[in-house]
């Protein structure tokens, strides 16, 4: 059971393995049997060292910009769905995550107006907008667009989810 982008493996249809989750900071876990408790390396030693380990690691950078603190990821009751989990750990099928693993060749986004990351697809990319508008009318109620990561999944959990159940990401 390894944090699989953290340790270089490639993607699970490249093996045998199955896809899971880390239940504490969600990254993308592959293993071979499905066990009761899946951890990720950085979780696995011990709950309690969870919070030190997190803050210590520097992997995992994208899930950390969502969830700086264990503790707040904990208070949420996630019901993932694929681009929910693809764009809050950054890994899945998201064009950056596709081209480190040489999976494709380019990680260019299919609107043309630069790669596919976690940021474009939330922040720039045109091919989201209705969706993106969406979320923005209910932000702006009581804030500035555009609002951090970290608030997207805390304060408009439901909203950001919404939009990520809403979007359709690489479907040519
Ligand atoms: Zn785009």
């Known amino acids: 059971m390894r944090c699989a982008v953290d340790h270089g493996e ?29 951890l990720c390396a950085v979780h696995i030693s011990s709950n309690t060292d ?11 950078a994208t899930t950390k910009s969502f969830f700086p603190s264990i503790v707040d990821r904990m208070k949420l009751t996630i019901n993932p769905i694929p681009n929910f989990t ?6 899945g099928n998201i064009k950056t995550y ?3 693993f040489n999976i494709i060749e380019n990680p260019k986004c299919s ?3 630069g790669e596919q990351t976690v940021d474009h697809i939330i922040y720039s990319c045109n091919l989201h907008e209705q969706e993106r508008d969406r979320l923005k009318a209910v932000i702006t109620r009581s804030e500035q667009w555009p609002v951090s990561k970290n608030k997207l999944v805390l304060k408009y959990y439901k909203n950001f989810k ?11």
């Open 10 to 38: 490639g993607l699970a249809v490249r093996t045998n393995m199955t896809v899971t989750h880390c239940q504490l900071c969600y990254c993308v876990l592959y293993t071979s049997t499905l066990s009761a408790v899946l």
């Open 50 to 60: 969870g919070q030190y380990e997190w803050d210590r690691t520097t992997k995992g």
């Open 86 to 91: 693809a764009i809050v750990t950054g890994h």
């Open 98 to 100: 596709l081209h480190k």
């Open 111 to 113: 609107c043309d107006k």
């Open 162 to 172: 919404q939009f990520t159940d809403n979007i359709v990401l690489n479907k040519e």
